[in-house]
């Protein structure tokens, strides 16, 4: 905005000097404009014009090219689906997914929890402990992980030494058991 309103102001000014026939050659006009703005640069790291030209302006000590303002974008990460496949034409599984997180064999997604490995020397010993601990997404979540990673990913593992194989089955809710209830013993 600063520099906005800067080169206004220089610009009024130099066609004030024009129009009152001081300086009848622009290019000159420009390159006195120029000196005084390196000079003032120069002296005092911040950039200040004389009351004559278009008052005072600070702005931090930069470099002239620096002055124009850029929007600064931060790129989020983001999760891509990708429905089809430039070479086969077929959907791509989502590496980022596959990475982070684990489908248990009845349709459950698990991930770690976030900052487990970070910065351990100042976290208590309680919250170590918590973070050692996996976390499950909820329903929502798994759909749209399993929308975002193929068949081969969906379809269950069986695994030599696999850590995970107590939770791979989830027998005491209806839907996912897959062995029959036990009967209660009959009364007598």
């Given at each position: 905005?600063?520099?906005?309103?800067?080169?206004?102001?220089?610009?009024?000014?130099?066609?004030?000097?024009?129009?009152?026939?001081?300086?009848?050659?622009?290019?000159?006009?420009?390159?006195?404009?120029?000196?005084?703005?390196?000079?003032?640069?120069?002296?005092?790291?911040?950039?200040?014009?004389?009351?004559?030209?278009?008052?005072?302006?600070?702005?931090?000590?930069?470099?002239?090219?620096?002055?124009?303002?850029?929007?600064?974008?931060?790129?989020?990460?983001?999760?891509?689906?990708?429905?089809?496949?430039?070479?086969?034409?077929?959907?791509?599984?989502?590496?980022?997914?596959?990475?982070?997180?684990?489908?248990?064999?009845?349709?459950?997604?698990?991930?770690?929890?976030?900052?487990?490995?970070?910065?351990?020397?100042?976290?208590t010993g309680k919250n170590r402990k918590r973070l050692r601990y996996h976390v499950m997404c909820n329903a929502t979540?798994?759909?749209?992980?399993d929308k975002m990673v193929t068949k081969f990913w969906r379809r269950e593992r069986f695994l030599v030494n696999d850590?995970?194989?107590?939770?791979?089955?989830r027998e005491n809710f209806v839907y996912t058991r897959k062995a029959p209830l036990d009967l209660p013993p009959p009364?007598?």
């Amino acid at each position: 905005m600063m520099i906005r309103s800067f080169v206004f102001q220089g610009l009024r000014k130099a066609g004030q000097l024009m129009a009152s026939k001081t300086l009848t050659n622009p290019s000159r006009t420009v390159s006195i404009l120029a000196n005084q703005l390196q000079q003032n640069l120069t002296s005092n790291n911040t950039l200040s014009l004389s009351p004559s030209l278009c008052g005072t302006v600070p702005v931090k000590p930069l470099n002239l090219l620096s002055r124009i303002p850029t929007p600064v974008m931060f790129e989020q990460r983001r999760t891509l689906l990708n429905k089809y496949s430039l070479y086969t034409g077929r959907r791509v599984t989502n590496e980022e997914v596959v990475k982070r997180f684990f489908r248990l064999n009845w349709g459950m997604w698990i991930r770690v929890k976030a900052g487990r490995e970070k910065r351990l020397w100042r976290k208590t010993g309680k919250n170590r402990k918590r973070l050692r601990y996996h976390v499950m997404c909820n329903a929502t979540q798994c759909t749209l992980l399993d929308k975002m990673v193929t068949k081969f990913w969906r379809r269950e593992r069986f695994l030599v030494n696999d850590p995970y194989a107590p939770y791979h089955k989830r027998e005491n809710f209806v839907y996912t058991r897959k062995a029959p209830l036990d009967l209660p013993p009959p009364r007598q």
